[in-house]
């Protein structure tokens, strides 16, 4: 499939990541001339997506970032579905973005990819799991690949493409053609690698402030001040992980440790110290910082 012949993109999952790709893609795709269908097996996460998105569309339009046709252009471009089945024979590209987990989704590929055309591009949103443990179950895994977007996905510009040893390079271009057409700024990650290449290098910079700190080099303030003030970061690592939960560093480093062995991969132990302590950052109201007082407010 070249980017010419694209016309319907397929969104399954119409979760956090799911409706924003799915409406970024409407936004922007090819001056907005894209069909995006929006599906989730769910019939409340379909109702709850497409309130989201009507909300959305009035609010850019009451702040005068786009006008009222042009917003009912992109809702007239932007459908909702909870017949998965039926909006996958309709895709000329599938954006997987459903619960991250593996027997689930093996399921939904090998399901999908008997349904839709031969070569409609099917990519995976994982974070973790590479599209090579999707391969052998779908039809034609030579149009399979991971398309890995960033939260808020309306706003984050990065969108890695991972090639799996079974992704032929024409897939690859049209991904990367694709991602282009809707704004993005694409990059190609060469080899499957846990992580890929953005999370990884965040969780270097992670790892180096979480040994800084327990070496008592500097304090939690002073290593986020560094980072902000000198490196231009727009937010510490301790910040950001306060902002995501201090669980999921915890989570993600053990499931990596669990499947490398590698020393560099466990969590530190101050982040199993707050994790054992429930002191997960801002959902909880105290993490490297405290929170509390500016709940009170
Ligand atoms: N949240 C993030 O920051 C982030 C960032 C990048 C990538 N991702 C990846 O995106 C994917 C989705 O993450 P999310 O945070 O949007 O999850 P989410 O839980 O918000 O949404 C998942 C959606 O999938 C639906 N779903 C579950 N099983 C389904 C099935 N079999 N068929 C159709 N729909 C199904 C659920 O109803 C739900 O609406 C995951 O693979 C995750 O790794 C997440």
């Given at each position: 499939m070249?980017?010419?012949?694209?016309?319907t993109i397929v969104v399954i999952g119409?979760?956090?990541?799911?409706?924003?790709?799915?409406?970024?893609?409407?936004?922007?795709?090819?001056?907005?001339?894209?069909?995006?269908i929006?599906c989730d097996s769910?019939?409340?996460?379909?109702?709850?997506?497409?309130?989201?998105?009507?909300?959305?569309?009035?609010?850019?339009?009451?702040?005068?970032?786009?006008?009222?046709?042009?917003?009912?252009?992109?809702?007239?471009?932007?459908?909702?579905s909870q017949d998965v089945d039926g909006a996958a024979v309709q895709a000329d590209i599938v954006i997987e973005?459903i619960?991250?987990?593996l027997e689930i989704k093996r399921e939904l590929f090998g399901r999908i990819s008997k349904l839709c055309k031969p070569d409609t591009i099917l990519g995976s949103?994982?974070?973790?799991?590479?599209s090579s443990k999707l391969a052998d179950v779908t039809v034609n895994p030579q149009r399979l690949l991971?398309?890995?977007?960033?939260?808020?996905?309306?706003?984050?510009?990065?969108?890695?493409?991972?090639?799996g040893?079974h992704t032929a390079?024409?897939t690859?271009?049209?991904?990367?053609?694709?991602?282009?057409?809707?704004?993005?700024?694409?990059?190609?990650?060469?080899?499957?690698?846990?992580?890929?290449?953005?999370?990884?290098?965040?969780?270097?910079?992670?790892?180096?402030?979480?040994?800084?700190?327990?070496?008592?080099?500097?304090?939690?303030?002073?290593?986020?001040?560094?980072?902000?003030?000198?490196?231009?970061?727009?937010?510490?690592?301790?910040?950001?992980?306060?902002?995501?939960?201090?669980?999921?560093?915890?989570?993600?480093?053990?499931?990596?440790?669990?499947?490398?062995?590698?020393?560099?991969?466990?969590?530190?132990?101050?982040?199993?110290?707050?994790?054992?302590?429930?002191?997960?950052?801002?959902?909880?109201?105290?993490?490297?910082?405290?929170?509390?007082?500016?709940?009170?407010?």
């Open positions: 070249n980017i010419e012949q694209v016309k119409a979760g956090a990541m799911g409706q924003q790709i799915a409406m970024n893609t409407a936004l922007n795709g090819r001056a907005s001339s894209y069909r995006v929006l769910f019939p409340s996460a379909v109702e709850k997506a497409q309130k989201w998105a009507a909300d959305y569309l009035a609010g850019r339009v009451a702040k005068g970032r786009i006008t009222q046709p042009e917003a009912d252009r992109i809702s007239a471009s932007l459908s909702f973005a619960i991250e987990n949103n994982s974070s973790n799991l590479v991971n398309i890995h977007y960033f939260n808020p996905a309306l706003v984050m510009q990065l969108v890695e493409l991972v090639r040893p390079p024409e690859i271009e049209t991904a990367r053609a694709f991602a282009l057409s809707t704004g993005k700024a694409p990059i190609v990650i060469n080899k499957e690698i846990a992580g890929f290449v953005a999370n990884r290098i965040n969780a270097a910079v992670t790892h180096e402030a979480c040994s800084l700190l327990e070496k008592g080099v500097a304090s939690v303030e002073d290593i986020d001040t560094a980072c902000e003030k000198g490196l231009g970061y727009p937010m510490g690592p301790f910040r950001l992980m306060d902002l995501t939960g201090i669980d999921v560093n915890y989570y993600v480093r053990r499931d990596r440790y669990a499947e490398s062995g590698d020393e560099y991969d466990k969590p530190s132990p101050l982040v199993i110290e707050k994790f054992q302590k429930g002191e997960l950052g801002r959902k909880t109201g105290k993490g490297w910082y405290d929170y509390s007082a500016a709940d009170k407010k």
